[in-house]
């Protein structure tokens, strides 16, 4: 296999701010007197180019890093990070029709890179003969059995994890800092991105 570095850009990040944004209260209101959303700078992805040989012949791709900005009431909150696999060489379009897989592990506290580099992804870790893994370095090979065969692919740290990272902290109650935070309520009120009622 192998893979050649770009300078071509990627696209910027996408935004997402989500169904359930709360779209009250002061930030809300500075948003709407100011007539702009706050702006935040992630950090610079990457792109590259390689080929997979696959059961059912070679197929060139696209690997391409980066991080989407997630926002509530229009303030950005955190930073998601993916690594995504398209089918199709460099200048090429991506293909409409072509199935999308979204992999995260289970969580929140584990990143996707045990299932990115250990099952799904075109290039997987080396293990030896009995499943267990060689002292380090770890060494990457093909990955025949990846799932870029028949789909694309985008691997996500959910947030805390791996290269995803809140913008601002919670508070030191774990509180979202709503108007319920101090009041009998706060315990039962989710941390934000780290409860099974809002998980990733």
């Given amino acids: 296999?192998?893979?050649?570095?770009?300078?071509?850009?990627?696209?910027?990040?996408?935004?997402?701010?989500?169904?359930?944004?709360?779209?009250?209260?002061?930030?809300?209101?500075?948003?709407?007197?100011?007539?702009?959303?706050?702006?935040?700078?992630?950090?610079?992805?990457?792109?590259?180019?390689?080929?997979?040989?696959?059961?059912?012949?070679?197929?060139?791709?696209?690997?391409?890093?980066?991080?989407?900005?997630?926002?509530?009431?229009?303030?950005p909150v955190a930073e998601m990070f993916s690594v995504s696999y398209l089918a199709g060489g460099e200048g090429s379009e991506p293909d409409a029709d072509r199935p999308v897989t979204f992999i995260f592990n289970g969580g929140p506290g584990a990143s996707s890179a045990y299932l990115h580099v250990g099952a799904l992804g075109p290039q997987r870790v080396s293990f030896n003969d009995d499943g267990t893994a060689p002292p380090p370095p770890s060494r990457l090979v093909p990955n025949e059995e990846s799932w870029l065969g028949f789909s694309d692919l985008v691997f996500i740290d959910p947030i805390g994890t791996g290269f995803s990272r809140l913008i601002k902290p919670e508070n030191k109650d774990g509180s979202d800092g709503g108007k319920d935070a101090a009041g009998p309520d706060a315990e039962k009120k989710p941390r934000r991105f780290f409860a099974f009622q809002r998980d990733l």
Avoid: C, F, K
């Fill in 1 to 75: 296999m192998t893979t050649e570095s770009t300078s071509t850009p990627i696209p910027p990040p996408a935004e997402s701010t989500g169904s359930d944004v709360d779209r009250t209260g002061p930030a809300a209101d500075a948003v709407a007197r100011s007539g702009s959303r706050a702006q935040h700078e992630p950090p610079a992805g990457a792109n590259s180019y390689a080929r997979w040989s696959g059961p059912d012949g070679d197929l060139d791709y696209a690997a391409r890093a980066s991080w989407t900005v997630l926002r509530e009431a229009d303030e």
